[in-house]
């Protein structure tokens, strides 16, 4: 009787996230440990490149220090993990929920995923934005939607 009650308990916490958690590169789920540690507060000045440059600093990843974050992944050809970065570039995303059409401009964004929903759509966590001001939230992303503009996203990568 406890092996059938289990086994629901421990395919639960194999996938998280939508990714099986030993799939998730450590230095990505130690971006999302202290993505959680500071969500609702303001990082440093509140800045979405905050965000990334703390978490980065923290893990002791290997990057350039600016919009480059690690290694350059393709989203239509890689897996995305929660923890990997996302640099927006004059970038425009339209949508249409029920009867209200939504535009979003991000001339210069930065955000890391925190979940991944399906392939090319993610829950980020982000500041300095309308909606959640200068504290860390989470905001949803759909690289479907965006119509102009350019999103690179990176995979933070140890010192070697």
């Given at each position: 009787?406890i092996?059938?009650?289990?086994?629901?308990?421990?395919?639960?916490?194999?996938?998280?996230n939508?990714?099986?958690?030993?799939?998730?590169?450590?230095?990505?789920k130690?971006?999302?440990?202290?993505?959680?540690?500071?969500?609702?507060?303001?990082?440093?000045?509140?800045?979405?490149?905050d965000?990334?440059?703390?978490a980065?600093?923290?893990?002791?990843?290997?990057?350039e220090?600016?919009?480059?974050?690690?290694k350059?992944?393709?989203?239509?050809?890689?897996?995305?993990?929660?923890?990997?970065?996302?640099?927006y570039?004059d970038?425009v995303?339209?949508?249409?929920?029920?009867n209200t059409?939504?535009?979003?401009?991000m001339k210069?964004?930065?955000?890391?995923?925190?979940?991944?929903?399906?392939?090319?759509v993610?829950?980020?966590?982000?500041?300095?934005?309308?909606?959640?001001?200068?504290?860390?939230?989470?905001?949803k992303?759909?690289?479907?939607?965006?119509?102009k503009?350019?999103?690179?996203i990176y995979?933070?990568?140890?010192?070697?």
């Amino acid at each position: 009787m406890i092996k059938k009650l289990l086994l629901p308990v421990i395919i639960f916490c194999l996938f998280i996230n939508g990714k099986s958690h030993s799939q998730i590169p450590e230095m990505n789920k130690q971006i999302i440990e202290y993505v959680n540690s500071v969500m609702g507060k303001k990082v440093d000045r509140g800045e979405c490149w905050d965000l990334a440059n703390k978490a980065l600093i923290k893990v002791k990843a290997d990057w350039e220090g600016k919009l480059v974050y690690g290694k350059l992944l393709n989203p239509k050809k890689d897996s995305i993990y929660p923890g990997d970065i996302i640099q927006y570039k004059d970038v425009v995303v339209k949508y249409t929920e029920g009867n209200t059409k939504y535009t979003e401009t991000m001339k210069q964004h930065t955000s890391i995923v925190y979940k991944v929903i399906s392939k090319g759509v993610y829950e980020v966590a982000e500041q300095n934005t309308g909606y959640g001001g200068k504290k860390v939230t989470i905001g949803k992303l759909n690289i479907n939607h965006i119509v102009k503009g350019k999103v690179m996203i990176y995979r933070p990568v140890p010192y070697e």
